[in-house]
């Protein structure tokens, strides 16, 4: 038994990167005895930010967020099959939809033991 034992959630992209990650985290949850959590989420344009905004119909945002999600919830399924077939025991997936962010920037910095 483990002094870290809790929940671990992987973002996934469906990139190379995130497929080295999940193998990590799946190796960190058999070790810990931890929760795995699978998350991906969707890109979704801003509509607002369109030229044609003026004329865009209002329920248009509602279908745009609709398909967002629904595409994020098809590949998250991907992505925790190929998880799954690494061996990893997901306890949960989380799917969501969000507005695209240029860059990221953290709120604060981060050190280990703070």
């Not at 870290?4 to 190796?27: C, M, N, Q, W, Y």
């Not at 119909?57 to 967020?65: F, K, Q, T, V």
Request: proline share 8%; net charge positive; no cysteine.
């Amino acid at each position: 038994m483990s002094v870290f034992k809790g929940k671990i959630l992987l973002a996934t992209d469906g990139s190379p990167e995130a497929e080295r990650a999940a193998g990590t985290a799946v190796k960190l949850s058999e070790r810990l005895s931890s929760e795995l959590h699978v998350t991906y989420v969707e890109p979704m344009p801003d509509p607002l930010a369109w030229p044609e905004s003026r004329v865009v119909a209002p329920e248009l945002r509602g279908d745009i967020r609709e398909r967002a999600e629904n595409e994020a919830r098809a590949k998250l399924q991907e992505e925790a099959e190929k998880i799954r077939g690494m061996g990893g025991k997901i306890t949960e997936v989380h799917a969501r939809a969000g507005p695209t962010r240029r860059s990221y920037t953290p709120r604060r910095s981060w050190t280990p033991g703070s």
